[in-house]
């Protein structure tokens, strides 16, 4: 295949988790959007909270890039959605190497392997709480570990005065990395979370007004011409592609209990020419009466179950179609298709019933990692067999379950997990978000 041009970016990254790259990304979105540049987004890694913020920040829509679970067609049709784009920002997940044990489809998983691949220099958000020239010694380690990786330079946040940063600029100048901005402590300058993560953006109260600071704080503090002439590429091979519809009309539940699909499949199917039909449950909406296929996503049911539960309109049309087409739900999704949902304080609220499944938030555990899953039935226009890499990330345990499971579900390092959903007649869900069909030869 030729090479084509592909548009400079930048991926802002950090040492670990917590570091402030969030708000340093949202602010440089914002703040360059204003200065009249089209500025592409996108997420490294699996996350399906962080993309609505970007597109708040920027105006476009962003899109997960993840080398474990995403074959090179996939990547490079996701890579493909910056046209008209004058600037790319990536958002780096936990830390920059932070990947799994055992390379998935093209990579570890690791925010490294995708700067690599796209020629994206990284940009470091280094927290220099407590420290002030050893700070210099961790940005080395990070620029120098890898010598194909190309280091922009790094961003210092947290800083506590203005000797601070002459001490901390002290460092990074006698390594040679170069400081693109210092930002100073502020503890107001920060978005709310919950057990999942950020409070989704929708939910957000003065969302705009959040980002215009975070832009604001910025620009007063971070070099921004420095910035957009540190973006670079690598060149990318012609082609690519999104993923196919599972149906042709899809009944797609959109609202603050149910918004955890990967944009990249929305987009992959409309593009093959589906119908995507949305629906509030929270709003008690039925799902189209025309659809082929009613997918329910993850999201936060358990913080809604009792507007679930006396959703009559929706969960009769729920139960209305799963007689004669196909029902899947994702985490959530599945387990809104339960008998029931036992909420934090041990309150039980029944759901659809179209499945022999009872969760529970009051019993929590942590369930996180990539998944890879062989299905055992289909779900709708995925046929039996079909292998899928993606997701699981939730609180609730499952009390009970007495269908037949629905896939043979793994972890990244091949181990068997215990959580495989489960199907009664044309009802499928599990706990697994899907990110992409794994090919038969990559599966292997």
């Not at 699996?46 to 970007?54: G, L, Q, T, V």
């Amino acid at each position: 295949m030729s090479a084509r041009h592909q548009t400079p970016g930048l991926m802002i990254a950090a040492p670990a988790s917590g570091t402030g790259k969030t708000t340093v990304m949202l602010g440089l979105l914002r703040a360059l959007t204003e200065d009249g540049l089209a500025v592409q987004p996108f997420k490294s890694g699996p996350d399906y909270i962080d993309p609505a913020f970007h597109r708040a920040a920027s105006g476009r829509p962003s899109f997960n890039l993840d080398s474990w679970a995403m074959e090179d067609d996939l990547i490079a049709g996701i890579a493909a959605q910056v046209g008209g784009a004058d600037m790319v920002l990536a958002e780096g997940s936990m830390g920059l190497f932070d990947g799994v044990a055992s390379k998935g489809a093209s990579g570890n998983g690791a925010s490294a392997d995708m700067a690599r691949r796209m020629g994206w220099p990284i940009v470091l958000v280094l927290d220099v709480s407590g420290q002030a020239q050893s700070a210099a010694a961790t940005a080395l380690g990070f620029s120098s570990l890898d010598p194909g990786l190309p280091f922009a330079g790094v961003i210092l946040n947290r800083v506590a005065s203005p000797r601070h940063e002459r001490l901390v600029r002290k460092g990074m100048e006698a390594v040679g990395i170069p400081v693109l901005g210092a930002l100073p402590r502020r503890g107001d300058l920060t978005l709310p979370e919950r057990h999942l993560g950020l409070v989704q953006a929708v939910e957000h109260p003065d969302l705009d007004r959040a980002i215009a600071e975070f832009a604001a704080f910025l620009r007063a503090h971070v070099d921004l011409d420095a910035i957009r002439l540190a973006a670079g590429a690598a060149p990318q091979a012609d082609g690519g592609k999104l993923p196919a519809p599972p149906a042709q009309r899809i009944a797609m539940a959109r609202d603050p209990a149910f918004s955890f699909i990967y944009p990249h499949l929305i987009e992959g199917w409309r593009r093959a020419g589906a119908e995507i039909l949305p629906f509030s449950p929270l709003a008690d909406q039925a799902p189209a009466a025309h659809a082929d296929l009613v997918w329910l996503p993850g999201g936060y049911p358990e913080l809604h179950a009792g507007t679930i539960a006396a959703a009559t309109t929706f969960l009769s049309g729920l139960r209305r179609h799963a007689e004669t087409r196909p029902v899947h739900g994702e985490c959530g999704g599945y387990m809104v298709l339960g008998q029931g949902l036992i909420d934090k304080s041990g309150e039980r609220h029944r759901m659809a019933g179209l499945l022999g499944l009872v969760t529970s938030h009051a019993q929590r555990k942590m369930h996180l990692g990539y998944r890879h899953a062989e299905l055992l039935v289909p779900i709708s226009g995925l046929a039996a067999g079909t292998r899928l890499r993606g997701h699981e990330f939730h609180y609730s345990t499952i009390v009970e379950q007495s269908d037949a499971p629905l896939a043979l579900v793994t972890d990244a390092e091949g181990a068997a997990v215990a959580e495989s959903g489960s199907h009664r007649g044309h009802v499928t869900g599990s706990y697994f978000h899907m990110i992409a069909p794994a090919s038969c030869r990559e599966a292997q």
